[in-house]
């Protein structure tokens, strides 16, 4: 599907934002490229700082294809960034040592470039990926990117109230490293504990904003750690020790070694996040559900939102609308 | 007569109106400050450590203590302490004696951090209807889960170590049963199984009495191996290994032969009033992998049953020992700081050995992160935690847990006189005359314990509420949380805070 749908459902939630910031992620965008890393970059003055990121991605493999993200003027939205993206192909030999050397060859060189390289911010970084972000509405934004020119198997779309970073376009969601992209509702209380948790495996936290630990958690615990996702969910948003002690026994120990291993990547604070990889998508919210989050499906088709309505937009018969427990997984699985 | 006598530390005065002869405080002050002569309390001001006994104890509120009456010519760098101490020295040409933590006027980095609160966007929890996590696990944790699905049923691989669980990260701290006397003992390990904590043995053994408590009791090996065998490191739910102290670094201890009593002598494995004395060394650590061999030696010797602890006094190095601590097969690593209370220290180690608590934790948990291994090792802190707040702040500095002691004695009657070294304590805490230990009376003093951890809990999950956080382990290293107030920059970098506004 193209990008007209989400568009639409975002644009029933404009209560939600405040102009300030608004993104896309569609999976499946560049069937063309698809074996290929689409690195996106915002340049600040591109003539000055694109030398300096074309050759840290030299050292590292081979730019197969690069381009100006192609934008159409909107009224609203000052373009203060290039956005550009490079398909590039890592070289797997220059990683001797890993067991998934592209990747962390990939996750390398965001790290480098975001914190050695100033007026370069890399945003996007998997393979088939898409992301579209800027500072405006969503509507601005969408046609901005003009997203009704791609498509995706899987979109999702946010919507930024900003309180931290207004107006910068690298604090508008989603939040994407490699192959995983994140959107969420909330402020995450616990942040510093887990980005100095998750700093202390090499990522290093650089958008000035909460959410990009969510990605970070989640490269960590499913592509590196070899959890399945419903595990990671469990243990970015665990039960209550109380259910714990209430459960049969493996399940208890199988909770209890999630808690200890990975206490510092619990997340408190209000939340709802979507997060994505190339064949799922994983709804949930924080253990007490301080923020909203339905589910709709219509045949094949899984919908994740804040609101009943934007669904509905997209999905007027749509049959089954449901609301999950705090704390509850949804996964979505794409099955080709 | 060359020195003289010097001015009276406290003058007491009794107010002969009020007074009405009953006698108590002559009973009460085991200083002998008080007597009574022909119809008339008469005083030795003297003799007077101002531990308050008497003015507990006077039912008409007659007796009044003055500190330091007398004034000295006023001089800020020759201060009335100096020159006391100069004064002592010259008469015995010894090392003065202290009790109690340090007592400079060391600025104190707890009272510039302020904790952070909720508003607006996000939402603070109310414990009182939502649930608040307080629950702490010390003990080894996997770096990371293994897994594998088995008949869609999710098989956890790894194999977890034995964890001490805490249903609130206060626990007491160690204090041997010789330092302080069996009934305040008894009265904290009675807490701390209602409250499901932990208390120390300190390294002076562990009394049969205590034994129904044994579970809830982490017990020490120290220098002196004072009552260590295998009953009793089998008998403990952890074993911790001491290897300094936070009120005198680099030295061991001495309990004077005085306070060797039959019972102290039979849990001590000493004979009745020898010196105990701890060496300042571990004769068998003298490098870190003598250290890693005798946390193996305990677990192999309680079949790795028991997490063992690792205490070290705070001191400039901190960070990399404990990273070499974390290495072992140790669980836990216990930071001292220099305000940690004692009953008898030499005073230059109490006040200018060491670091701060504060500081020691941050610089610690900053280098366990930075090798990968911070959540593998759990991280207590101790050494002049006075109140719930500064719980919650060491534990955003990136302690699992604190232990507390003299706020512990306090909560039984102490009032923090440090004559704890006299042996004479009339509250019945830090003695073991018999008369002066059955003032203490377990049954009220467990409760007035219990009572503390549970509202230092209670204010806890207030404080974590208000944060919008709802289990502990957010609050752990979450150092965003914390604000410096009037800190300077170099402090501030080395606990990774921000300044107030920032």
């Known amino acids: ?336 | 007569m060359t020195i003289g006598s010097v001015p009276v530390k406290f003058r007491i005065s009794v107010d002969h109106d009020q007074c009405m002869l009953c006698g108590r405080c002559v009973e009460n002050c085991p200083y002998d400050v008080f007597r009574l002569e022909n119809g008339k309390i008469h005083v030795n001001s003297r003799k007077c450590v101002a531990c308050h006994r008497c003015i507990a104890m006077c039912p008409r509120d007659a007796i009044n203590i003055r500190e330091r009456p007398v004034d000295y010519r006023s001089h800020p760098v020759w201060t009335t302490e100096t020159r006391e101490a100069i004064y002592n020295q010259a008469r015995t040409g010894k090392i003065i004696l202290a009790g109690m933590g340090n007592a400079k006027p060391y600025p104190i980095i707890f009272d510039s951090l302020v904790l952070d609160a909720c508003q607006v966007t996000n939402p603070s929890i109310d414990p009182l209807r939502e649930p608040m996590e307080l629950r702490t696990y010390l003990g080894k944790k996997p770096s990371r889960l293994e897994t594998r699905q088995r008949d869609g049923d999710v098989e956890v691989l790894t194999s977890l170590s034995p964890n001490l669980q805490l249903e609130t990260p206060i626990m007491i701290g160690h204090m041997s049963y010789g330092a302080i006397s069996l009934n305040a003992q008894a009265s904290i390990a009675r807490a701390v199984s209602d409250a499901g904590t932990f208390m120390g043995t300190g390294e002076g053994g562990l009394h049969q009495s205590l034994y129904p408590y044994q579970d809830h009791m982490i017990v020490q090996v120290a220098s002196g191996r004072f009552g260590v065998d295998i009953n009793y490191l089998e008998r403990g739910a952890a074993i911790e290994i001491k290897i300094g102290q936070g009120a005198k670094p680099g030295i061991g201890g001495h309990l004077p032969g005085e306070k060797v009593c039959e019972d102290v002598s039979c849990t001590r494995m000493i004979p009745v009033g020898s010196d105990a004395i701890s060496p300042a060394p571990h004769h068998d650590i003298y490098s870190i992998e003598d250290l890693k061999q005798l946390v193996r030696s305990l677990k192999e010797a309680t079949e790795w049953k028991k997490p063992v602890f690792v205490k070290i006094a705070a001191v400039h190095n901190s960070a990399a020992i404990a990273a070499g601590i974390a290495r072992s097969a140790a669980d836990a690593v216990v930071i001292d700081g220099f305000r940690g209370g004692t009953g008898a220290a030499p005073r230059v180690f109490r006040d200018h050995v060491g670091i701060p608590v504060e500081a020691a934790i941050a610089s610690v948990d900053a280098k366990l992160r930075s090798q990968g291994i911070r959540n593998e090792v759990s991280l207590i802190a101790s050494g002049g935690i006075r109140e719930s707040a500064d719980v919650a702040k060491v534990i955003a500095l990136g302690a699992d847990a604190v232990y507390i002691g003299t706020a512990a004695l306090v909560a039984m009657g102490c009032r923090v006189c440090g004559t704890c070294y006299r042996g004479l304590c009339p509250w019945g805490i830090a003695t073991q005359r018999p008369d002066l230990v059955a003032r203490l009376d377990p049954e009220i003093a467990s409760r007035n314990v219990g009572n503390l951890i549970h509202a230092w809990t209670l204010e806890l999950s207030e404080l974590m509420g208000a944060a919008g956080i709802n289990s502990i382990e957010s609050l752990r290293g979450n150092r965003d949380r914390l604000r410096g107030y009037l800190l300077d920059e170099s402090i501030m970098k080395v606990l990774d805070v921000r300044p107030v506004g920032a």
């Open chain 1, 1 to 336: 599907m193209d990008g007209r749908a989400i568009r639409s459902a975002l644009s029933m939630m404009d209560e939600r934002g405040s102009g300030e910031g608004a993104g896309y992620v569609a999976y499946g965008a560049f069937p063309e490229f698809a074996d290929y890393y689409a690195i996106h970059v915002f340049f600040d003055a591109i003539h000055e700082t694109k030398a300096a990121v074309d050759q840290e991605l030299s050292k590292w493999g081979t730019i197969v294809h690069e381009e100006e993200i192609p934008t159409y003027e909107q009224q609203n939205i000052r373009k203060i960034h290039t956005p550009w993206r490079y398909f590039f192909q890592p070289d797997a030999r220059l990683m001797p040592r890993s067991t998934t050397p592209e990747d962390d060859i990939i996750m390398h060189l965001v790290m480098k470039v975001n914190t050695s390289i100033p007026g370069a911010l890399v945003y996007a970084s998997g393979k088939n990926i898409a992301i579209f972000k800027a500072s405006g509405w969503p509507e601005e934004v969408a046609d901005f990117y003009r997203i009704q020119d791609y498509k995706g198997y899987i979109w999702l779309g946010h919507n930024r109230y900003p309180t931290n970073t207004p107006g910068w376009w690298g604090g508008a969601h989603p939040f994407n490293l490699l192959h995983w992209s994140v959107v969420h509702n909330g402020e995450i209380t616990s942040y510093g504990t887990n980005r100095r948790y998750i700093e202390s495996y090499g990522y290093r936290c650089t958008m000035f904003t909460d959410t990009e630990v969510v990605a970070y958690l989640f490269d960590l615990l499913v592509r590196r750690h070899h959890l399945a996702p419903e595990l990671a969910v469990r243990a970015l948003a665990p039960p209550f020790w109380d259910e714990i002690d209430r459960m049969p026994g493996g399940e208890a120990y199988l909770n209890r070694a999630i808690r200890l291993t990975y206490g510092p990547a619990l997340m408190n604070g209000p939340f709802a996040i979507v997060v994505a990889k190339p064949d799922a998508i994983v709804g949930f919210t924080d253990r007490i559900k301080l923020r909203p989050l339905v589910t709709g499906t219509m045949g094949p088709r899984l919908y994740i939102s804040s609101e009943e309505a934007a669904i509905r937009v997209m999905e007027p018969e749509v049959g089954d609308i449901t609301m999950p427990r705090a704390g509850e997984p949804v996964i979505g699985r794409v099955y080709s």
